[in-house]
């Protein structure tokens, strides 16, 4: 067995404490082996009479090995050792037990956590892994200059720091209170690294939610984000608010990338850009600047007061509104009111769109026989979608630029020829007065055929008239022929309009 040396020594000499066993001996030479089977509860007892800071305890081994203190029971099982390295010089508590790997405590720190009871505060496995049971203060790093830090930092080069929580666990800055200090409980596997709220409510509450930092910020929906900023909320599931203030985005899959009040809502996959003040309620819509609505889906309204209502409708610039599905409205103040109409206007007189220029695109495909007429419309039914005047009283200049084509031939159709195509240019007036559309004669600015037989299209024209919905009615009139087959034409007439309104 080796020998353990037990003194008292330090600043005082040697003989200044006095070193007793349990029973009260006094000690004072080398102490080689120790038994004492009649006191079971403390074998051995080993202490100073003299103040410690005096005379402190010493126990040294002259084990050649590193080893300074090493217990175990009789089969080596829980063993707690003391060891040096005499090269380094470096210290180590070892923990170990048998058998090894499993999760079972193997040793702990201890301490009075209630001023009674011993609580273990640190708890080490036989995996290697240290569980702490209480809160772990970390001190000020005495390398910070400019701001009081805590630092907890890797010392392998190019390490990771992982801060793991278990299962479900959130990963928080703040312990949740129920209360605006530390905030409601957060969702499973959600990170919130918000610090500051006036409201319980100001976490990271969805499952897989995130909050990178902010004030009063919410991610309240499933897998939503709030990056930071003030005020902001991400309720809807996936959705996301970038930073800015007062931003909320409710909806599936919305966007808010900043600004200021901003809203994404009611419909999925809306997106604000930034900007103050816009809303995007549309399916798939996109607002950005001050002040815009996109309501339609798909609808992009930009600039200041731009509305896009209309589905997949486009708004830009100021107070613009593009209402019809597939529409356009530019400038200042011009509106968009029919099935894909390009609307442009520089200002107004006093009203909106009542000094505009605005084109249309009316088309139609039909199978007709010999003299047949068919209806073009917007949307190319010939019955949904008519070029009606919007509003009561609104007066158009109308150039008409068509263009027909024979695409197909069924049965005899003599004279008549795949190809065959009549352009003309027809110049009108149109006018709504008091809710009823009156349409002027048409004077043609021009026509040309390619025709494979002379005259096989001279019956081929287009009509405009007031119809029954006060719209500017477009009859095209289809090629005369003999034989008793049918003709399938394609019809497109481009329409320009300058339009002022009263």
């Known amino acids: 067995m080796a020998k353990i040396n037990v003194e008292s020594g ?6 200044s404490g006095v070193l007793q066993l349990n029973n009260g001996v006094a000690m004072s030479s080398t102490l080689t082996e120790v038994t004492d089977q009649a006191n079971t509860a403390s074998p051995l007892k080993l202490s100073t009479t003299a103040v410690q800071v005096v005379s402190p305890l010493r126990v ?94 890797a010392s392998t080069t190019n390490a990771n720091l992982v801060i793991a929580p278990n299962g479900t666990g959130a990963l928080i800055a703040d312990i949740p209170d129920a209360t605006a200090t530390g905030g409601n409980q957060r969702g499973l596997n959600a990170v919130d690294l918000s610090t500051i709220r006036t409201l319980a409510s100001h976490v990271a509450s969805g499952q897989f939610s995130a909050i990178g930092g902010g004030y009063q910020v919410t991610a309240s929906g499933t897998a939503s984000v709030v990056s930071g900023g003030n005020s902001n909320t991400a309720s809807g599931e996936i959705s996301t608010v970038g930073g800015g203030s007062s931003n909320t985005a409710s909806s599936t899959w919305s966007t808010i990338s900043g600004g200021q009040s ?42 200041g007061g731009a509305n896009a209502i209309g589905t997949y409708s486009l708004a830009t610039g100021g107070n613009t509104f593009a209402k019809g599905s597939y529409s356009q409205s530019f400038g200042l103040w011009s509106e968009a009111s029919l099935y894909g109409q390009t609307a442009t206007q520089a200002g107004r007189f006093s009203g909106q769109s009542d000094a505009q220029s605005s084109s249309l695109i009316a088309r139609k495909e039909a199978t007709l026989t010999t ?30 630029r068509w263009v027909a084509v024979v695409t197909t031939i069924t049965g005899t159709a003599t004279g008549v020829t795949i190809g065959d195509t009549k352009v003309s240019t027809d110049l009108l007036a149109v006018a709504k007065r008091g809710g009823v559309t009156t349409v002027g004669a048409h004077t043609s600015a021009g026509t040309s055929v390619i025709e494979t037989t002379a ?26 022929f003999v034989g008793g087959g049918s003709v399938t034409m394609r019809v497109v007439a481009a329409i320009s309009l300058t339009e002022v309104m009263y």
Not at 266 to 284: C, I, K
Not at 460 to 476: D, H, K, P, R
């Open 455 to 480: 005259g096989s299209l001279t019956a081929v024209n287009i009509v405009y008239s007031a119809g029954a919905s006060q719209q500017m009615a477009i009859t095209f009139t289809g090629p005369t």
């Open 262 to 303: 901003n809203t994404a809502s009611t419909n999925t996959h809306a997106t604000v850009v930034g900007g103050l003040q816009n809303t995007s309620s549309g399916q798939y819509s996109v607002t950005g600047g001050y002040v815009n609505v996109a309501s339609g889906t798909g609808g992009v309204a930009l600039g």
């Open 10 to 15: 330090g600043a005082a000499p040697l003989n």
């Open 371 to 400: 003299g047949g007429t068919t209806v073009l419309s917007l949307d190319g039914t010939g019955v949904t979608n008519l070029v009606i005047p919007s509003d009561t009283n609104r007066m158009w200049n109308v150039q008409v």
């Open 60 to 153: 040294t081994t002259d084990d050649p090995s590193d080893m300074y203190l090493d217990l175990e029971d009789g089969s080596a099982n829980n063993r707690f050792n003391i060891t040096r390295n005499t090269a380094s010089q470096q210290v180590n508590l070892n923990f170990a037990s048998n058998p090894a790997g499993s999760t079972t405590t193997v040793g702990a720190i201890r301490t009075f956590t209630d001023g009674v009871n011993l609580g273990e505060v640190v708890k080490f496995r036989e995996d290697g892994q240290v569980t702490f049971t209480e809160r772990v203060n970390v001190e000020a790093d005495s390398l910070a200059t400019t701001q009081s830090s805590s630092v907890i930092s």
